[in-house]
T-cell receptor, first 108, second 114 residues
Framework: AQRVTQPEKLLSVFKGAPVELKCNYS??????LFWYVQYSRQRLQLLLR??SRESIKGFTADLNKGETSFHLKKPFAQEEDSAMYYC??????????FGKGTKLSVKP | EAGVTQFPSHSVIEKGQTVTLRCDPI?????LYWYRRVMGKEIKFLLH????????ESGMPNNRFLAERTGGTYSTLKVQPAELEDSGVYFC????????????FGSGTRLTVV
C-alpha cells in the first residue's frame, strides 16, 4: 500500500525552539517525497523535495529509508513558519499521496 | 507567469444541485490534476489529465463527478447531483512533465453542499 502518515495534527512551539514535523511513508520501490506548506489564506506550495537535498527557509528533510521517514526539521522556529504542512509521496501513477497535515503554531 | 487559477473560490449549493468548478493551468503545462480535501481528511487525488486525455481517473469517487479538459487547456469538474459529503476544498494543480519537481497548485474552490 502507498501511504503517508503524519502523526501530529497540531504542533505548538515557542519562537526560537527547534521544530520537527514527522512524516512516515509506505511505498515499495524508490520513493519520491515532498513537503508542501499552506500559509494562512495562501495556496499550497512546494517547500522542498528530498531529491534536491536543499534547505528552504531554514527547513531541511532527510529521507531515511530504514525508518521509512521524511521528517521536516528547523533548528529555530519563527512566527512566520506558522502554517499547515503536508508531507506527500509521489505514487506509482505519478499522482501525489498526501498525509493529513500538521498544523504548526509558533508562539512569540 | 500567471499561476494556476481556480474559480469560483467559494460555492454554496443545495443538495441535488449541479456545480461546475473550473481550473486554468499554467500556460504550456500539459499535466493537470484535480485533488480534494474533505473536512478532517487528507488531500486526495481525483484525476490526472495529460493534455486533453484522462491519464488516470482512479480517484474519482463516483459517476456524479465528471471532469473534462477540452482542447487541453482549462479543465472543468462537474458534480451532478451534489451530495452533502461532496463538501470540501477542491484543488487543481499543473506541471510541465509528469515526473517534474512538483506541482503548482491553485488556491482551491471551497464547495459547501447544504
Amino acid at each position: 500500500a502507498q501511504r503517508v502518515t503524519q502523526p501530529e495534527k497540531l504542533l505548538s512551539v515557542f519562537k526560537g525552539a527547534p521544530v520537527e514535523l514527522k512524516c512516515n511513508y509506505s511505498y515499495s520501490g524508490s520513493p519520491e517525497l515532498f513537503w508542501y506548506v499552506q500559509y494562512s489564506r495562501q495556496r499550497l506550495q512546494l517547500l522542498l523535495r528530498h531529491i534536491s537535498r536543499e534547505s528552504i527557509k531554514g527547513f531541511t528533510a532527510d529521507l531515511n529509508k530504514g525508518e521509512t521517514s521524511f521528517h521536516l526539521k528547523k533548528p529555530f522556529a519563527q512566527e512566520e513558519d506558522s502554517a499547515m504542512y503536508y508531507c506527500a509521496l509521489r505514487g506509482s501513477q505519478g499522482n501525489l499521496i498526501f498525509g493529513k497535515g500538521t498544523k504548526l503554531s509558533v508562539k512569540p | 507567469e500567471a499561476g494556476v487559477t481556480q474559480f469560483p473560490s467559494h460555492s454554496v449549493i443545495e443538495k441535488g444541485q449541479t456545480v461546475t468548478l473550473r481550473c486554468d493551468p499554467i500556460s504550456g503545462h500539459d499535466n493537470l490534476y484535480w485533488y480534494r480535501r474533505v473536512m478532517g481528511k487528507e488531500i486526495k487525488f481525483l484525476l490526472h489529465f495529460v493534455k486533453e486525455s484522462k491519464q488516470d481517473e482512479s480517484g474519482m469517487p463516483n459517476n456524479r463527478f465528471l471532469a473534462e479538459r477540452t482542447g487541453g487547456t482549462y479543465s472543468t469538474l462537474k458534480v451532478q447531483p451534489a451530495e452533502l459529503e461532496d463538501s470540501g476544498v477542491y484543488f487543481c494543480a499543473s506541471s510541465q512533465g509528469d515526473r517534474g519537481p512538483g506541482y503548482t497548485f491553485g488556491s482551491g474552490t471551497r464547495l459547501t453542499v447544504v
